[in-house]
């Protein structure tokens, strides 16, 4: 998005809450997030990666008065600056959000980045492009039930050069089966997307590296598609599992398929936080707890945590290949604010349309900061 369009959105929205008609001042947050990453690559045991980067620098700014609720989030790279989230709120047990947020698809993705076990995304919200769009959605609390669908055009960044709408809907569920320091959660969610002239739609993962070359890939293939996912996760202490399954049923333009073909693809995650837990709240992971922070004299808390994700975006004659990776992460979070990770991962392809049948290892290791 045009840079100065962006700061006059922001601007406007924000000053709506100084306007000398509000009989007290609102509630006023700021924030701000650093992520310096270091990623090392191979593919085919060739060198394809190895750099430093400041991988986010986000500001926040946030704005509560009497029931309404305003956010804002963006993200500052260089001369670039990008709206991630843009929005208002208002209603209590049944809330209505309107403007750029997050859709309402997936467990791991519809959390907080801040409160994620691994340094990238699951491959269910990769080859579907989870992410932020702008639109209007409705969550509703019904006992130990979570509600929300909205409906969305495109991201507010390419709001300009696309046309693109979709529909998400999310139900998920709660329960402490075995006692207060445990949480078991279910969840689905549905996603129907149509590019509405916009170009064709396409599906794709990298190894494990936001840097890094895509290892799998389809063409341009889709006009429209539907999504159904499954989660679940539970905690019990400083012990967690979470798993999400989704498939997507593609349908392609005329005469570029066979037949349409799924996307499919799903993970398994397991770990510990020694000195800690982590948190599930109103469906959606939240900040890992840490029971000793080091600001506090205490050694803070330590995680181990592993992956198996597994993609597949070969069926019906359309040759994306498929991809399993493994993944192993370390953690040690100062408080629940600043932590350092360190990923190490291993994949495995075949009928890549890049690189044939092969492997892919890499190293991530990053530093966290929030400041509020």
Same mark, same amino acid.
């Given at each position: 998005?045009?840079?100065?369009?962006?700061?006059?959105?922001?601007?406007?929205?924000?000053?709506?809450?100084?306007?000398?008609?509000?009989?007290?001042?609102?509630?006023?947050?700021?924030?701000?997030?650093?992520?310096?990453?270091?990623?090392?690559?191979?593919?085919?045991?060739?060198?394809?990666?190895? +750099?430093?980067? $400041?991988? %986010?620098?986000?500001?926040?700014?946030?704005? !509560?008065?009497? =029931?309404?609720? #305003?956010? /804002?989030?963006?993200?500052?790279?260089?001369?670039?600056?990008?709206?991630?989230?843009?929005?208002?709120?208002?209603?209590?047990?049944?809330?209505?959000?309107?403007?750029?947020?997050?859709?309402?698809?997936?467990?791991?993705?519809?959390?907080?980045?801040?409160?994620?076990?691994?340094?990238?995304?699951?491959?269910?919200?990769?080859?579907?492009?989870?992410?932020?769009?702008?639109?209007?959605?409705?969550?509703?609390?019904?006992?130990?039930?979570?509600?929300?669908?909205?409906?969305?055009?495109?991201?507010?960044?390419?709001?300009?050069?696309?046309?693109?709408?979709?529909?998400?809907?999310?139900?998920?569920?709660?329960?402490?089966?075995?006692?207060? +320091?445990?949480? $078991?959660? %279910?969840?689905?969610?549905?996603?129907?997307? !149509?590019?509405? =002239?916009?170009? #064709?739609? /396409?599906?794709?993962?990298?190894?494990?590296?936001?840097?890094?070359?895509?290892?799998?890939?389809?063409?341009?293939?889709?006009?429209?598609?539907?999504?159904?996912?499954?989660?679940?996760?539970?905690?019990?202490?400083?012990?967690?599992?979470?798993?999400?399954?989704?498939?997507?049923?593609?349908?392609?333009?005329?005469?570029?398929?066979?037949?349409?073909?799924?996307?499919?693809?799903?993970?398994?995650?397991?770990?510990?936080?020694?000195?800690?837990?982590?948190?599930?709240?109103?469906?959606?992971?939240?900040?890992?707890?840490?029971?000793?922070?080091?600001?506090?004299?205490?050694?803070?808390?330590?995680?181990?945590?592993?992956?198996?994700?597994?993609?597949?975006?070969?069926?019906?004659?359309?040759?994306?290949?498929?991809?399993?990776?493994?993944?192993?992460?370390?953690?040690?979070?100062?408080?629940?604010?600043?932590?350092?990770m360190a990923n190490i991962s291993h994949s495995d392809f075949e009928d890549s349309p890049t690189y044939g049948d092969?492997?892919?290892?890499?190293?991530?290791?990053?530093?966290?900061?929030?400041?509020?």
């Amino acid at each position: 998005m045009n840079n100065t369009k962006c700061l006059s959105i922001i601007a406007l929205l924000a000053a709506s809450f100084g306007s000398p008609a509000m009989a007290e001042d609102p509630e006023l947050s700021f924030g701000a997030h650093i992520f310096i990453d270091y990623e090392n690559e191979t593919i085919n045991d060739q060198d394809v990666l190895d +750099d430093t980067n $400041l991988r %986010l620098f986000r500001v926040d700014f946030g704005a !509560d008065y009497e =029931g309404l609720s #305003f956010r /804002s989030s963006t993200d500052l790279q260089g001369d670039e600056i990008n709206i991630r989230d843009l929005f208002l709120e208002f209603g209590g047990d049944f809330k209505v959000r309107i403007g750029n947020f997050k859709v309402m698809n997936g467990l791991e993705q519809s959390s907080s980045l801040y409160s994620t076990t691994f340094m990238e995304g699951n491959s269910v919200s990769k080859i579907n492009g989870f992410s932020r769009a702008t639109g209007i959605a409705v969550f509703k609390s019904i006992g130990d039930f979570q509600l929300s669908g909205g409906v969305f055009g495109p991201d507010a960044n390419i709001i300009d050069e696309s046309d693109m709408y979709s529909a998400s809907a999310r139900v998920s569920w709660a329960a402490q089966p075995f006692g207060e +320091d445990s949480t $078991l959660h %279910l969840g689905s969610s549905f996603r129907y997307r !149509d590019s509405n =002239g916009s170009g #064709f739609l /396409s599906y794709g993962q990298r190894a494990f590296g936001r840097s890094g070359p895509k290892t799998i890939s389809t063409a341009k293939v889709g006009e429209s598609d539907t999504f159904i996912g499954l989660e679940a996760a539970l905690l019990k202490g400083g012990f967690f599992a979470q798993s999400e399954w989704g498939t997507a049923q593609v349908q392609c333009g005329t005469g570029i398929c066979p037949s349409d073909p799924h996307e499919d693809a799903w993970y398994v995650d397991v770990g510990y936080v020694w000195g800690g837990r982590r948190v599930i709240k109103n469906g959606l992971f939240k900040r890992t707890a840490v029971d000793n922070p080091a600001t506090q004299g205490g050694f803070g808390a330590f995680a181990l945590s592993a992956r198996y994700d597994v993609a597949d975006l070969s069926d019906a004659g359309v040759i994306g290949g498929k991809q399993e990776t493994a993944v192993l992460g370390l953690t040690w979070y100062r408080d629940k604010y600043i932590r350092l990770m360190a990923n190490i991962s291993h994949s495995d392809f075949e009928d890549s349309p890049t690189y044939g049948d092969g492997d892919a290892e890499t190293v991530l290791l990053r530093a966290q900061f929030e400041f509020y």
